[in-house]
Nanobody, 115 residues
Framework: QVQLVESGGGLVQPGGSLRLSCAAS????????MGWYRQAPGKERELVAD????????SYADSVKGRFTISRDNAKNTVYLQMNSLKFEDTAVYYC????????WGQGTRVTVSS
């Protein structure tokens, strides 16, 4: 059974930091490109960052470059998103995605940036 379980969301003030985690099971994690997406209220889901199977290459949305860092630990079947210098506009539900022959999604974790 494929599972992607996100954690680490919450309420944070502007300028603060959060670290999201996504624990994967039920499929070949090390053979999957992993990504973090987000969906803000009234907006479409967008790609925030992704990371290749080996972790050697990453890409980011322009809106988060220099503030967010994606990483993975293939030994722990976990992908992370370190979010620094958070802004109001980062408020969204953040989803973990795994892509290989199929595409899998987690249930999401909510991040709220508010003063």
């Amino acid at each position: 059974q494929v599972q992607l379980v996100e954690s680490g969301g919450g309420l944070v003030q502007p300028g603060g930091s959060l670290r999201l985690s996504c624990a994967a099971s039920g499929f070949s994690f090390s053979r999957s490109v992993m990504g973090w997406y987000r969906q803000a209220p009234g907006k479409e889901r967008e790609l925030v960052a992704d990371i290749t199977r080996t972790g050697l290459s990453t890409s980011y949305a322009d809106s988060v470059k220099g503030r967010f860092t994606i990483s993975r630990d293939n030994a722990k079947n976990t992908v992370y998103l370190q979010m620094n210098s958070l802004k109001f506009e980062d408020t969204a539900v953040y989803y973990c995605n795994a892509a290989n022959a199929a595409s899998y999604w987690g249930q999401g974790t909510r991040v709220t940036v508010s003063s």
